[in-house]
C-alpha cells in the first residue's frame, strides 16, 4: 500500500532519504525544511539540499521556525498525511507533531539504538573505537531518539573510516532501510522493539575545543579522533612560530607507530619524507597530512620543505613547552 508522506529534513544526508521516496511507491505530499540561511561568501540566503530537492520535484515545502505554534501545527493536520519521515530536520517535534499523522513519525538515526543517542552519532562511533555502527529506523516518542526500533541495518566500520566516509556509507544503507520499513508499516508487519535504556549512550555534539590535540592521550586515542573530527571540526595544535606567534596546525591523517618511549609527551621524535612523527601518552603518531594555516591540506613530508623550522626534531608541541 502507497503512504501519504511528510518529509522532514534539512542537509544532504536527509536529501538523499527523500531521493529514493520520491522513486519509490510512496507519495511525498508535502517536506518540511529549516528556514534558508546565509550561505557562502556573499552571505546570501541559501535553500537546504532537501528544498532544492523538493522544489525540483513540484512538491509543497514548508520551513516554520518552530512546530510549537498552533498555526504550524494546524498547517501540517490538513496535509492530512499517513506518516511523517524524519531525517537531519533540525527541529523539536511537539507530542501534538508526533500523534498527527495517522501513523505517527519515523526517525533515520545514524546508529545501532539504543547506542549513541544524539546530535553525532556517526562520529562518536569512530572516536570510541566501535568495530560496527549503522542506521535505525525508529517510532519517534517526546524522548531523545528513545523510540520503539522498527528496522536496524549494521555497517562496519573500517580502521580507515573517516566521520566522512562513514557517513556517506550511511547515506547509502539509510535510504534502502527506510524503504524496507515503510513496506513493512503499509503492510502491518513492522514489529517495533523497545530500546534497553540500561545500554544508552550519549552522542554529545563535537565541538572545536575538543578537537585540540592533547599529546599526553595514547597515539590510538588521538589517532581515532583524527578521523571522527574529519572533516569538522578538524584535530589541530598550535605551535609558536620563529616571531613568537601562535600557529594553529590542522590534522587530516595520521599514524599510530611504535616508539621507544624515551622522549616525552609532545616531542617532535622524527621528521622526514616519512612524516612527522610525535611522542603521545602511549606510542607515537605519525602525521601523515597536515594543513597549514591559510593554506590547502598537503602531505606532512611537503609541509616540511615549507616550514622546516616548526617542525625541528626534539621540539615540544605542548603549550606550556
Not at 528496522?151 to 535510504?175: F, N, Q, R, W
Request: charged share 20%; aromatic share 6%.
Amino acid at each position: 500500500m502507497a503512504l501519504k508522506i511528510i518529509f522532514a529534513g534539512t542537509p544532504d544526508f536527509a536529501a538523499r532519504h527523500l531521493a529514493k521516496l520520491i522513486e519509490s511507491e510512496h507519495q511525498v505530499v508535502a517536506v518540511y525544511s529549516q528556514p534558508d540561511r546565509p550561505a557562502g561568501r556573499g552571505k546570501k540566503l541559501q535553500a537546504s539540499p532537501v528544498k532544492q530537492l523538493a522544489l525540483d520535484n513540484d512538491i509543497a515545502v514548508y520551513q516554520p521556525e518552530s512546530l510549537k505554534s498552533a498555526d504550524a501545527q494546524q498547517e501540517l493536520a490538513a496535509i492530512d498525511a499517513d506518516i511523517m519521515v524524519v531525517v537531519a530536520y533540525g527541529l523539536l517535534l511537539p507530542e501534538t507533531v508526533l500523534k498527527t499523522p495517522k501513523l505517527g513519525c519515523i526517525n533515520v538515526h545514524g546508529s545501532i539504538l539504543p547506542k549513541w543517542r544524539g546530535a553525532a552519532p556517526i562520529q562518536r562511533a569512530i572516536w570510541a573505537g566501535d568495530a560496527e555502527t549503522g542506521v535505525t529506523i525508529m517510532q519517534m516518542d517526546i524522548g531523545l531518539d528513545t523510540g520503539d526500533m522498527l528496522h536496524i541495518v549494521k555497517t562496519p566500520i573500517e580502521a580507515e573510516d573517516t566521520s566522512a566516509s562513514l557517513y556517506d556509507k550511511l547515506a547509502l544503507s539509510g535510504p534502502d532501510a527506510l524503504i524496507d520499513a515503510l513496506s513493512l508499516i503499509a503492510a502491518g508487519k513492522a514489529k517495533p522493539i523497545k530500546q534497553d535504556d540500561t545500554l544508552a549512550t550519549y552522542a554529545k555534539k563535537l565541538s572545536k575545543q575538543e578537537a585540540q590535540i592533547d599529546w599526553q592521550h595514547e597515539a590510538e586515542f588521538i589517532e581515532r579522533c583524527v578521523r571522527s573530527f574529519n572533516p569538522w571540526p578538524c584535530s589541530y595544535f598550535t605551535l609558536e612560530d620563529e616571531k613568537g606567534q601562535q600557529q594553529t596546525i590542522k590534522v587530516w591523517q595520521a599514524q599510530v607507530i611504535e616508539s621507544d618511549g624515551q622522549h616525552s609527551a609532545g616531542t617532535i621524535v622524527q621528521a622526514d619524507k616519512q612524516g612527522i612523527v610525535i611522542q603521545t601518552g602511549k606510542a607515537a603518531l605519525r602525521l601523515l597530512q597536515i594543513q597549514l594555516p591559510g593554506k590547502k591540506a598537503i602531505a606532512a613530508a611537503d609541509a616540511l620543505n615549507a616550514r622546516q623550522a616548526w617542525f625541528a626534531v626534539g621540539r615540544n608541541l605542548n603549550p606550556s613547552s
